[in-house]
């Protein structure tokens, strides 16, 4: 994420989905709209999938 702009929100709009967002994160659960978890080693088919557009939704590789 690079960034995002609230506005006419107040403290408890933004500050309790940011609580949830955060106890995700610890959990050890992917934000945003991840549709799979992949290795390393899949890297190359990842990359071919984007490529030809057939990846539906963010793909995250982790080691």
Known sequence: MRGFVISRTTVSQVSDPARLHDAAL???EPG???SEILSLSASPGAH???EAGT???RL????
């Open 26 to 28: 610890a959990a050890g």
């Open 32 to 34: 945003g709209r991840i």
């Open 48 to 50: 071919a999938r984007l």
């Open 55 to 57: 990846a539906t939704g």
């Open 60 to 63: 995250l590789r982790r080691p």
